[in-house]
């Protein structure tokens, strides 16, 4: 079992910054590729970034490359979003999520929710124009 705790989120003006932090519990954190999805209220759940276990390759979504920055501290267990030059259109409930394949793929693939085994409660970031 994998628990996932977000934290960070808040109201921000456009053009604003927030940091979101996803800690894990758990030894394996490490080998989990760990994904940020977030849903806007009417909409379905969109991907958002991904970095992958095994060489911390990442991955974005078009509307957030170039604004928005996936890491994570395996010591700490945590992976984070740094999200710059934030939009109204961000405006949503921030997911993270944990992959446990052991096996590594590309962006089609950690793009799906469906892919991910384990899920936060979410942490919600609005951005006022």
């Known amino acids: 079992q994998v628990q996932l705790v977000e934290s960070g989120g808040g109201f921000v003006q456009a053009g604003g910054s927030l940091r979101l932090s996803c800690e894990a519990s758990?030894?394996?954190?490490?080998?989990?590729?760990m994904g940020w999805f977030r849903q806007a209220p009417g909409k379905e759940r969109e991907f958002v970034a991904a970095i992958r276990w095994r060489d911390g390759t990442t991955y974005y979504d078009d509307s957030v490359k170039g604004r928005f920055t996936i890491s994570r501290d395996n010591a700490k267990n945590t992976v984070y979003l740094q999200m710059n030059s934030l939009k109204p259109e961000d405006t949503a409930v921030y997911y993270c999520?944990?992959?446990?394949?052991?096996?590594?793929?590309?962006?089609?693939?950690?793009?799906?929710?469906?892919?991910?085994?384990?899920w936060g409660q979410g942490t919600q970031v609005t951005v006022s124009s």
């Open positions: 999520a944990a992959d446990t394949s052991p096996l590594s793929y590309g962006l089609s693939y950690y793009a799906s929710p469906n892919r991910y085994d384990y």
């Open positions: 758990g030894r394996t954190f490490s080998r989990h590729t």
